[in-house]
Structure formats: structure tokens, C-alpha cells
């Protein structure tokens, strides 16, 4: 177990490397950073001097090196829009996007796991359709547009909901049905597949002749095996969830991570974007990386591999 | 030759494997209904120039906002009415439809590509070498696709062929991941065995024997990731980093229309409720395509 703990987290290292090194290059190959902080009115020599001040300059890798020296020590450099540290602006924005990612992917297995363990219990009966039918809505709703439908149903015709802002935790309730609703498929479809797995089991029929009770054997048998790959996918899905914050934020004004990625992608504001990409992928590959492990804890065949 | 290799009356009357899959998909209502759609809205995009009543970017500014036939004060002169620059809503509509097939198209066949070119290679050849397939998988599947396609997008120029390019070299993951595995079950058959016996090459194994029996995934992979990248096109242009104006992109009319929300709701409607039917069909029909092919994992 230690050698793979070691194995895997020596590859999330490398990954996150990898990782940043691509982001820093596709965003400042693509761009001239100097212009964008000199603005429309700047002369040529401004741009000659902004370009000495800040470094760009120098060659691409030296300034990566820079670049990553100091993100290792928290220090992503400074906004060019904000003109504050990146760090400050993150430790700001990051738990408003954790709370919504959160509060997101308890709504979707609230509502998934439960549905997909009914579905499993009675295939093809009408509870069965209703949760198909919801993942196919699922997969095939543009988030953008659903977030606009709940705006005008739940904030328009029915002023029960305010249409933006983060003050208070009633802001957060739309923004949290759009983010859960997308990650409901995958835990639904999952758990209906391992429950029907679990339930024709051996164990399971033991379980049962015992004579043990319908809502025992279901729960404390069944459900408890079969929830460990849908963990470890919904580990994977608040992950995913991170990219669709910027739509859902955006469009719901809530002002965190997603929301300061779309801001500052705007303005051109390179430092910032960089560091919320990396801080992305940084997230992932932790949960990715604490779902390896807890797998690899619970199935010791997949350690050896 | 002794008589058990002559085919009894009951052998020659079952169904060909060709009349078992017919069968099949006509019996596939996923299948069907995705298929009529999507056959409708490519007929629509084809045809556009001949049934559009009007022109996409001809502007009637005294004719702003009109309602559409629906609402009390709407005419059959602009049945879905007009957006805030007055054209005609149901003309962009239609145009819209090449867009979105345009963008799922270009999309599925770069990162198809790309993605079948790294699964068959890291399935076929194992060890090292699928090592370094699967860090790359891997690398990728970090990067927050929607960031790294907006800033990109952003600091490049929104554009069709920008857009089409960078979702092409982001969206290749999944056909990686699925052609590899299924490249890893055939490569031990005994046909590949024999080929290899008889000195085929390596390129003429891949192509040969491997690609015609990936197929079947391909197909699969494709059409739903083809429904994924008009989904994140439409993203895109909805934040106002893909498709510009004035083409007429389904996100990009929802985008112009939110500005109306509070008293032109159907502005937002309309190419959502488009879109929606395009992304439903698309991926039912690749759902259907999955259940028709494989029909031994499917209960």
C-alpha cells in the first residue's frame, strides 16, 4: 500500500506539473501580455518598457521557472487588473466556489441515489422511466440555458428567488440545483448498475433466507457496497463541477472562482487566469488522487497492478 | 463432407445476422426518434438558403423585439419574431442549425483523430508506451476543458475556425480512453496472432485488423461527443468567447437575448429549446447506436 501511496502521488505531482507547464505556455505563446497591461493608448516604447519591468523579455522557460519557483511558495504574482497579489484574490473567491461545489454535489446525490437505488429495485417501472428520463435531460440541457429557465420561472414569474448575488445562502440555492443537476446522471447511472450487481449476489440471498428484514438487507448489505464506486466518481464529478462554475457563476453573478476565470479572462488578466487553472487541476488531481487511494485501500487487486 | 455441415430447413430460415440488426434498429425507439430528429434539423441546415424566409443579417430596426405568431400581436411575416436588431428570429434559427452541425462535425473528426491515433497506439503496444498514453489521458483530463478553451479563445480571436480548433485539440479524451481499452481486448484474438504470423506490419495490423473491430466504439464515442462539443460551442459563445457576431450561433442568440429576459423570455427560449433538440437527438441516436451494435450488454 505504501509503495503504490507513493507510486500514485509521484504521478499527481508530475501531472499537475505537466499541467501548469501546458496552461503557461498556451496562454502566454497565444498573447502579448505587455500590450494588454499598456492598453489601447500605449506607444511603442511604453510597451518596450512594461515589457523590460515585468520580464517578458526574457525567454519563455526561464520565466516559467520564475514563475513556478514562486507558486510553490503561494505566490502566483500580481493581478494586472486588480493590481493586488493573485494569492489574496484566490484565498477571497476559493470558498465561495468550494461551498457551491459542495452544496452541489449533496443536492446531486441526495437526489440521484436514492432514485437509482429505487430504479434498481424495480427496473422498467415508471420510477425507473422518471430517472432515465432525467438523466437523458441531464446530459442533454445546456447548462447556460437551464440556469436562465430557473432565473425566469423561480425569479420572474415567481419572485421566490433573488437572480443574483452571494450575500446570503438563499443565492446559493439555484446556482446549486443548476451545478447538481449535471452531475446527477453519472451517480444515478452508477449506483442503478451497482445496486442491481449487489443485489443479485450470493450474500445478498443469504442476507435474505436469514430472514433478515427487506430494509436491512438493503441498506446495510447492498447499499454499502454498492456506494463505493459512486464516491469515488463523485469525487471526480465536483471536479468536473469546477469547470461548469464559470457558467453557472457567471450567469448568477456569485462572485467566485468561475466568476473571477471569466473576469479576468476579459481583461486579459494572465497572472490570475494562469493561477485559477492551476488551482483546477491542483483540486482534481487531489480528489482523483484521494479516489485512487481510497479504492486501491478498499480492493487490494488493484495496489498490485 | 458429412451431412451436419448442410444447413437444416430452421438454419436457412432464421433471420441473417443483416435482418437481426435491421430488426433491432427499427425496434430501438431511442434510436429512431434521435435519428428523425437529427435527419430534420440536417435537412434544415442544408436547405436554409431555400426555406429561410429571410435573410440572417438583414436588419429592421423599426421592427424591433416583434412577438412571435403566438402572442396576440405576432405575424405570420416573422412567425418566431424578431430579435433587438429586428431580423427575422426564425431565418437565424435555421442558419443556426449549420453552425452547431458545423462545430460538431469539424470538432468530432479532429479529436477523433487524435484520440483513436493514442488509444490504438497505448492499447496496442502496452508498457512503456501506454504509459506515456495514459499521462497524457491523464494531464488532459486536468485541465478544465471550459477554462482553458475560453482563455485560449480569448486571447487568440473568436472565430468558427478558432473555435473548431481549440475544441478539436481539447475534446480527444474520450475516444482515447475507449479506443484503448477496446484495443487492449482484441489485440491477444487469434486473428491478430495470425496476421502477425504471417508477417503483416505493424501499420497494417493497426489498420486492418484493429480499426474495423474499434469501429463500432468509434461510431459510439463520436456521436456523443459530437452532441458535447455544440454543447460547449454554445457555452462558449454564450460567454461571448466563441462563435462573434453576426452569425447566427444558437448560444450566442441566447447570449444577445438575456438582456431581455425580464419581458422577451422567448428570445432565450427558442434556440434553447433548438439546441436542447439538437444535443437529445444526437445523443439518443448515439445511445441507440451502442444498444444496436452491442446488443449483448444490454439487459
Not at chain 1, 170 to 197: C, D, K, N, S
Not at chain 1, 232 to 254: H, P, Y
Not at chain 2, 42 to 53: G, Q, R
Not at chain 2, 61 to 69: G, I
Request: aromatic share 8%; charged share 15%.
Amino acid at each position: 500500500m505504501l509503495v503504490y501511496t507513493i507510486k500514485r502521488i509521484l504521478l499527481a505531482l508530475l501531472v499537475t506539473l505537466c499541467v501548469s507547464s501546458i496552461s503557461f505556455g498556451l496562454l502566454f505563446l497565444s498573447s502579448d501580455p505587455a500590450t494588454a497591461i499598456a492598453g489601447e493608448a500605449a506607444t511603442d516604447e511604453d510597451i518596450v518598457y512594461i515589457r523590460k519591468l515585468y520580464g517578458f523579455d526574457r525567454p519563455l522557460i526561464v520565466q516559467y521557472v520564475e514563475w513556478v519557483g514562486k507558486a510553490l511558495r503561494g505566490d502566483f504574482g500580481k493581478s494586472y487588473y486588480f493590481r493586488m497579489p493573485v494569492s489574496q484574490i484566490l484565498a477571497d473567491r476559493l470558498p465561495i466556489t468550494l461551498k457551491l461545489g459542495t452544496s452541489a454535489v449533496i443536492f446531486a446525490m441526495v437526489l440521484s441515489v436514492p432514485l437509482g437505488v429505487i430504479a434498481a429495485m424495480r427496473p422498467n417501472s415508471w420510477i425507473d422511466r422518471v430517472a432515465l428520463f432525467l438523466s437523458i435531460m441531464g446530459q442533454a440541457l445546456p447548462s447556460f440555458w437551464f440556469a436562465l429557465m430557473l432565473i425566469v420561472l423561480l425569479s420572474i414569474m415567481f419572485p421566490l428567488l433573488p437572480p443574483s448575488g452571494t450575500e446570503t445562502w438563499v443565492h446559493f440555492v439555484m446556482p446549486t440545483i443548476v451545478l447538481g443537476y449535471f452531475a446527477m446522471p453519472a451517480i444515478m447511472r452508477l449506483t442503478r448498475a451497482g445496486m442491481m450487481e449487489v443485489m443479485a449476489s450470493d450474500y445478498i440471498r443469504t442476507a435474505r433466507a436469514k430472514g433478515l428484514l427487506p430494509a436491512k438487507v438493503l441498506i446495510k448489505h447492498a447499499l454499502r457496497n454498492a456506494i463505493i464506486p459512486v464516491v469515488s466518481v463523485a469525487a471526480v464529478q465536483f471536479g468536473f463541477m469546477l469547470g461548469g462554475s464559470i457558467v453557472v457563476e457567471t450567469i448568477f453573478a456569485l462572485h467566485g472562482m468561475g466568476y473571477l476565470a471569466w473576469e479576468s479572462i476579459n481583461r486579459s488578466d494572465l497572472p490570475t487566469v494562469q493561477a485559477v487553472i492551476l488551482v483546477f487541476s491542483i483540486i482534481y488531481v487531489v480528489l482523483t488522487l484521494l479516489a485512487d487511494l481510497i479504492n486501491a485501500w478498499l480492493d487490494p487487486r488493484i495496489r498490485v497492478a | 463432407m458429412s451431412t451436419d455441415t448442410l444447413s437444416t430447413v430452421e438454419q436457412i430460415m432464421e433471420p441473417t445476422p443483416g435482418q437481426l440488426l435491421r430488426r433491432r434498429i427499427f425496434r430501438h425507439r431511442g434510436l429512431i426518434i434521435g435519428a428523425s430528429i437529427l435527419a430534420l434539423i440536417m435537412l434544415m441546415a442544408v436547405t436554409a438558403p431555400l426555406i429561410a424566409p429571410h435573410h440572417p443579417y438583414q436588419q429592421d430596426l423599426l421592427n424591433r423585439l416583434m412577438r412571435p405568431v403566438w402572442h396576440p400581436e405576432g405575424t405570420w411575416e416573422h412567425p418566431l419574431g424578431t430579435d433587438h436588431l429586428g431580423r427575422d428570429y426564425l431565418t437565424r434559427l435555421i442558419y443556426g442549425a449549420q453552425i452547431s452541425l458545423l462545430i460538431g462535425f469539424s470538432v468530432a473528426i479532429i479529436s477523433g483523430l487524435i484520440g483513436t491515433a493514442l488509444g490504438i497506439v497505448g492499447g496496442y503496444f502496452g508498457g512503456r508506451v501506454d504509459m506515456v498514453v495514459t499521462f497524457i489521458i491523464t494531464v488532459r483530463l486536468s485541465m478544465p476543458v471550459v477554462l482553458v478553451a475560453l482563455a485560449v479563445v480569448a486571447l487568440v480571436g473568436g472565430s468558427l475556425r478558432t473555435v473548431i480548433t481549440v475544441l478539436g485539440l481539447l475534446m480527444w479524451n474520450r475516444y482515447a480512453v475507449v479506443i484503448r481499452s477496446s484495443t487492449m481486448m482484441i489485440r491477444n484474438q487469434d486473428y491478430v496472432a495470425a496476421a502477425k504470423a504471417v508477417g503483416s506490419s505493424v501499420l497494417r495490423i493497426l489498420l486492418t485488423e484493429i480499426m474495423p473491430n474499434v469501429l463500432n466504439n468509434l461510431v459510439v464515442v463520436a456521436t456523443l461527443e459530437m452532441a458535447n462539443a455544440i454543447l460547449l460551442e454554445a457555452v462558449l459563445s454564450f460567454l461571448g468567447l466563441g462563435i462573434q457576431p453576426p452569425l447566427p450561433s444558437w448560444g450566442l442568440m441566447v447570449s444577445e437575448g438575456k438582456d431581455y429576459i425580464f419581458f422577451e423570455p422567448w428570445l432565450i427560449t427558442i434556440p434553447g429549446i433548438a439546441l436542447f433538440l439538437l444535443v437529445l437527438s444526437t445523443n439518443l441516436l448515439g445511445d441507440g447506436i451502442h444498444d444496436v451494435t452491442a446488443p449483448e450488454s444490454h439487459g
